[in-house]
Structures are given as C-alpha cells and as structure tokens.
C-alpha cells in the first residue's frame, strides 16, 4: 500500500499509534490544502471578479471537506478493524454525527446563535468521543481473532467485495 493508500485505503489494519499519527498528517495536509488553495484563489480570481472568487471558495470547501471526510471514515474502519470489531456495523454511526452537526445543527446555529450555541458546543464535543475511543481501545492481535489452524479457503462475497466486481 502506497502513501495514498495509507491514509484513503479501507484495506488492512491499523494500530493506535499508525492512527494518531495518520490523523495528525490528514489534518496537516488538509490544512495545507486549505491555506495553498485559499492563496491561490486570493493572487488568481479574486482580481477577476467576486463571483468566480465565491464559487472557487466553496469548490475547495467541498473538496477540502470531501477528503477529510473519506480519510476520517477509512483510518476509522482500519482501526475498527484492528479492535476486532466490524466497520460496517460502527462507521456509519461515526459518519452521522458529522452529518447531524452539518444538516440540521449548523443551519439552527446560524438563525439563532445564543439559542442552539450550547447545544452546537455540545454535539462537536461528542463528535470528538469516537475519535477518542479509537485512540485509546486496545487492538486486537491476529491470533486471538482466528481459530487455531483456520485458513479460510476463498474469501467470501461479503468480505472480498472488490474482488466479485
């Protein structure tokens, strides 16, 4: 697995430490992308006209968001994986929190701040509480989740699902 496959590949196991520091790269390189593509639209479109400016922001908005996301929720399911646990039955619940605050809480929090700011404090803080337990659960070893002299003969459609296509 390569450098990309690292930090946006669902494949393979990762340990707490492989986490921490996966995370601590896609939040620098996000942010790197954030600060060169806010540069470059700033020097390049904004002497053109605002509009072009407004769209290009919100274009590097979705892209910058769209790749922490895919990051977050593949170093998740690798993690999950290591726990012992399936990422099937635990990622999407991790990805709704994300998709609560950004539907429903973050619009409530613009039309009236002093009323849904401490519940918006709250939901973020929750937020942090997977990324915690991941952090801090134990992996398993390889050995204790398979039987003594197991060797599974083809792997089955639900867990080879890229190699049915």
């Known amino acids: 697995m390569g450098a990309f496959g690292e930090l946006f590949g669902f494949d393979g196991r990762v340990s707490r430490q492989g986490y921490l520091w996966r995370m601590l790269l ?12 806010g540069a470059v639209l700033a020097m390049g479109v904004r002497p053109m006209g605002l509009g ?3 769209a ?7 892209v910058i968001a769209f790749l922490a996301m895919w990051s977050s929720a593949a170093l998740a399911s690798r993690r999950v994986r290591d726990m012992g646990f399936e990422p099937v039955h635990v990622v999407p619940a991790y990805i ?4 609560v605050y950004t ?10 701040p002093a009323m849904y700011g401490l519940l918006t404090a709250c939901w973020a803080m929750l937020q942090v509480v997977p990324m915690f337990w991941l952090l801090f659960w134990p992996g398993r070893p390889e050995a204790a989740r398979l039987p003594p002299g197991y060797e599974p003969t083809q792997p ?10």
């Open 26 to 37: 896609v939040g620098l390189g996000v942010g790197a992308l954030a600060f060169a593509g």
């Open 52 to 54: 072009r400016f407004d």
């Open 56 to 62: 290009g922001g919100r274009g590097l908005a979705f």
């Open 96 to 99: 709704a929190l994300w998709v």
């Open 103 to 112: 539907v429903l809480l973050h619009p409530l929090i613009q039309q009236r």
């Open 156 to 165: 089955t459609a639900y867990l080879n699902w890229r190699g049915q296509a």
